[in-house]
Nanobody
């Protein structure tokens, strides 16, 4: 599975960006797709996750109410719509996929099976 992110860039605080992740797989029905981010000097952290097989989604507390994850099943694409961006959202954002072995995906950084190369999001005045 290959994952390709797009949509990163620079934006002022309060602005919006939409990231997209395109997956080269026949179907995502048995996967979870997640977004992680890593700021300079910090560990990679989970931002949001969408489990295709049961429709559930998760968000980090720091982005709840501001970020929305959505999917286009027909195109095997997952988007992350980011609103009211803050300087602390500045990071490289990674798309990742986890196969739901035994019917469950953890959505954890250590559970991911495939990773994209990342896209940089910079939020500054």
């Amino acid at each position: 599975v290959q994952l390709v992110e797009s949509g990163g860039g620079s934006v002022q605080p309060g602005g919006s960006l939409t990231l997209s992740c395109s997956a080269s797989v026949f179907t995502l029905d048995h996967y979870a797709i997640a977004w992680f981010r890593q700021a300079p000097g910090k560990e990679r952290e989970g931002v949001s996750c969408s489990r295709f097989y049961d429709g559930t989604t998760e968000y980090a507390d720091s982005v709840k109410g501001r970020f929305t994850i959505s999917r286009d099943n027909g195109k095997n694409t997952v988007s992350l719509n980011m609103n009211n961006l803050k300087p602390e959202d500045t990071a490289v954002y990674y798309c990742a996929a986890e196969f739901a072995s035994a019917g469950y995906a953890t959505c954890s950084v250590h559970g991911m099976d495939y990773w994209g190369k990342g896209t940089l999001v910079t939020v500054s005045p």
